[in-house]
């Protein structure tokens, strides 16, 4: 289920349980209303004559209140409403709790209220636990299976509240029941319709970005078999349009390895070809091919990556995509002559590698929002740098597949550090280097 859904479900359940709570709100304030009817009977008996015509086995006024609301209670369908004495057997039952759970008053009357438990939850001692919980705080919610007579499970939302005398004693508990199924099956169809859009979005997103890798490789493969003069020789000014061309490709394909990517993370098809690598080798292939962008700037694109770090065990080239988002970031968002440093470390159980630009910076609060898919910090269509918002999103990915984690220190206009640890192999020696 997607964080999404998830949430979905939370909140319907939410609303449920305030239902819930608003309906014995208002049964207690009719009780109220009731036992204020039967005091006031005191004194205007007159009123209370139709009301003794129609309970002519009614005695007192508190008896009479009681029993009204007794006949409400046992009136009331949309909920299983009963008492239980002190020590969990049902003493009362209502015409809701015969509906929902199927078992007739006489057949229930003096049962344990265990019986409307799992095995499994009976196992577990959660009836009684549940009656100590009510007992100790007062009142106790769960939200759990329940069995019905017949033996099929539903979902229900259940309150059970202690009953205290005036002298402090336990009398009993009083449980409200409500069935939940029919709302769980609109839940339940609802998320899979949506799951359903999910993996058709999935499929489309794949289908699409395999069918426009093959005309992109058509243009950046003939776009420099024309550059290189293989066919002929070209002005000037058509190198120029060719390597703006081959740019644009480059560009597109990037894009589209992102939604790839995106759309294996989110399916949970993302494979890794784990070997033994050299991370300091890794860094500077990914530096070296990044050079080209730094130079334009006037960058001074430093490798700080020291020789002899033991070596890693992972995908080698999936590092070096996480490297090489997180410094074509730190190029993108840090202005003309200034210094990305790549620097990596032992510490502890893990090697840590850190990017640190003289750049633009983050703002605290935008922190939060930089992993999280198609975001960005300037998301106007002005912004200057371009991309998809999806290069961290999948970095952070790929250094949690491999067991490491990822996070920045920044401060608006003085730099941001990006950062990320991959676990060193056990019996690996650590010998501690500074940064
Ligand atoms: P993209 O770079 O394609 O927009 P990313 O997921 O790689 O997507 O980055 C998301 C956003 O995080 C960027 O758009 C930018 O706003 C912010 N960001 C990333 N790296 C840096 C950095 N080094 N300095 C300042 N902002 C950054």
């Known amino acids: 289920m997607s964080d999404h859904d998830r949430d ?20 207690s304030q009719l009780r109220q209303q009731i036992v204020a009817a039967g005091t006031s009977g005191d004194r205007h008996e007159q009123h209370e004559q139709p009301l003794t015509a129609e309970y002519p086995l009614l005695g007192t006024n508190n008896q009479r209140s009681d029993e009204l609301f007794r006949v409400m209670v046992e009136s009331v369908v949309d909920y299983a409403i009963f008492m239980l004495d002190a020590n969990g057997r049902i003493v009362t039952w209502n015409k809701g709790a015969e509906r929902i759970k199927g078992y007739q008053d006489a057949e229930i ?100 970005s395999h069918e426009l890798r093959t005309p992109i490789n058509s243009i950046t493969g003939f776009g420099s078999i024309l550059d290189d003069e293989v066919v002929g020789p070209l002005t000037e000014k058509q190198h120029e349009y060719l390597r703006k061309i081959l740019s644009g490709a480059d560009t597109l394909l990037g894009l589209v390895n992102d939604l790839l990517d995106l759309s294996r993370i989110q399916a949970g098809r993302f494979h890794l070809s784990p070997q033994p690598f050299d991370f300091a080798l890794v860094a500077a292939d990914a530096l070296s091919s990044l050079q080209a962008l730094a130079e334009p700037k006037h960058m001074h694109l430093l490798n700080e990556v020291p020789q002899g770090l033991p070596p890693l065990v992972g995908d080698a080239q999936r ?28 510490d502890g159980a893990v090697l840590r590698c850190e990017v640190q630009d003289t750049g633009i910076g983050i703002a605290t609060e935008d922190i939060p929002k930089l992993f999280k898919p198609f975001s960005q910090v300037d998301m106007s269509s002005t912004r200057p740098a371009g991309g998809t918002g999806l290069g961290l999103m999948i970095s952070k990915s790929l250094v949690e597949a491999h067991g490491g984690q990822i996070g920045v220190e920044s401060q608006p206009g003085a730099g941001s550090t990006f950062w990320f640890t991959l676990p060193l192999q056990h019996g690996v020696p650590l010998p501690t280097a500074p940064l």
Do not use: M
Not at 8 to 27: F, S
């Open 109 to 208: 009357l003096g049962k344990p209220y265990a019986l409307f438990f799992s095995p499994e939850d009976v196992q577990a001692g959660k009836p009684q636990r549940l009656l100590a919980q009510a007992r100790q705080f007062g009142r106790v919610e769960d939200l759990g299976w329940r069995v019905r007579k017949d033996g099929t499970r539903f979902w229900a939302d259940a309150v059970i509240t202690a009953l205290i005398d005036a002298q402090g004693n336990l009398t009993g508990y009083a449980k409200v029941t409500r069935d939940l199924t029919e709302f769980e099956h609109l839940e339940r169809e609802k998320i899979e319709a949506l799951q359903q859009a999910d993996i058709l979005k999935d499929q489309f997103i794949s289908i699409l």
């Open 319 to 346: 590092i070096r995509q996480v490297l090489l988002n997180l410094v074509n970031n730190a190029i993108k968002f840090t202005p003309d002559e200034g210094t990305i440093r790549v620097r990596a470390c032992l």
């Open 8 to 27: 979905q479900l939370a909140r319907k359940l939410d609303q449920a349980l305030a239902e819930r709570d608003q309906a014995l709100r208002e049964l």
